[in-house]
T-cell receptor, first 116, second 113 residues
Framework: SAVISQKPSRDICQRGTSLTIQCQVD?????MFWYRQQPGQSLTLIAT?????????ESGFVIDKFPISRPNLTFSTLTVSNMSPEDSSIYLC?????????????FGSGTRLTVV | AQSVTQLDSHVSVSEGTPVLLRCNYSSSYSPSLFWYVQHPNKGLQLLLK??????LVKGINGFEAEFKKSETSFHLTKPSAHMSDAAEYFC???????????FGAGTRLAVHP
C-alpha cells in the first residue's frame, strides 16, 4: 500500500496569512485528493489534483482560496490562503491506489490547522 | 447524486458485546462502499471495502459488513467489542467508481468496560 507523508502535522497561524501543506507519496499515483475536516464534522472533498493539469474544485471551494500544485506523480501541495478562524480544520490528502493489494484510498495523517 | 447516511451519531456498547454501526446509501450507479476508522488524533484507516464482489465483506480487526442492495444498506458489525475499537467510524461511497469519495457524518463508538 502507498505511504503518505503529510506535513506539517499541525500549525497555529495568524489570520490573514497563508499556509502550504505538503503531501508526499512513496509511489506514483494518478489522482490525489485534498479533504477538509472541520471540528467535529465529517470529511469534505476540496479538490482533485491530477499531474499535469489544473485541479478540479468541488462546489464551495475556489482556487484563489485553496491553490493546489501537482508537479509530479508523487507530490502535491495545498495552500490555505488569507486564513480566517473559519479555516481551522484538519486537512488531509488522499491517493487512489486502485490496482494495488490494498485497492482503495489511503489517507495522510492530516494537518491540524488553528487560525487565531 | 450519491449520498450516504449514518443512522447513529453515537453508539455505546460494553466490552465483549456486539457492535452494529448502520449505514444507508443512495447511488445511481453500482457503488463502491467503504468503512474507515479514525482514532483520536490519528489518520483514517481503511477497515473494509465492497466493490461488487462478495456481498459479505470481511475487514481488519474482526469487522465485517454486508452489502444489501434491496435495502441500500452497508452496516458494519463486529461480534465482540474491544476497548481499542473506540473511535469515529465513517461510511463512504465512491462516486463513479474509484473517483470522488462521499463521506457519511460519522458514528462515534464508545466501548465501556
Amino acid at each position: 500500500s502507498a505511504v503518505i507523508s503529510q506535513k506539517p502535522s499541525r500549525d497555529i497561524c495568524q489570520r490573514g496569512t497563508s499556509l502550504t501543506i505538503q503531501c508526499q507519496v512513496d509511489s506514483q499515483v494518478t489522482m490525489m485528493f485534498w479533504y477538509r475536516q472541520q471540528p467535529g464534522q465529517s470529511l469534505t472533498l476540496i479538490a482533485t489534483a491530477n499531474q499535469g493539469s489544473e485541479a478540479t474544485y468541488e462546489s464551495g471551494f475556489v482556487i484563489d482560496k485553496f491553490p493546489i500544485s501537482r508537479p509530479n506523480l508523487t507530490f502535491s501541495t495545498l495552500t490555505v490562503s488569507n486564513m480566517s478562524p473559519e479555516d481551522s480544520s484538519i486537512y488531509l490528502c488522499s491517493v487512489d491506489v486502485r490496482g494495488s493489494i490494498v485497492d482503495g484510498y489511503t489517507f495522510g495523517s492530516g494537518t491540524r490547522l488553528t487560525v487565531v | 447524486a450519491q449520498s450516504v447516511t449514518q443512522l447513529d451519531s453515537h453508539v455505546s456498547v460494553s466490552e465483549g458485546t456486539p457492535v452494529l454501526l448502520r449505514c444507508n446509501y443512495s447511488s445511481s450507479y453500482s457503488p463502491s462502499l467503504f468503512w474507515y476508522v479514525q482514532h483520536p488524533n490519528k489518520g483514517l484507516q481503511l477497515l473494509l471495502k465492497y466493490t461488487s464482489a462478495a456481498t459479505l465483506v470481511k475487514g481488519i480487526n474482526g469487522f465485517e459488513a454486508e452489502f444489501k442492495k434491496s435495502e441500500t444498506s452497508f452496516h458494519l458489525t463486529k461480534p465482540s467489542a474491544h476497548m481499542s475499537d473506540a473511535a469515529e467510524y465513517f461510511c463512504v461511497v465512491s462516486e463513479g467508481g474509484y473517483n470522488k469519495l462521499i463521506f457519511g457524518a460519522g458514528t462515534r463508538l464508545a466501548v465501556h468496560p
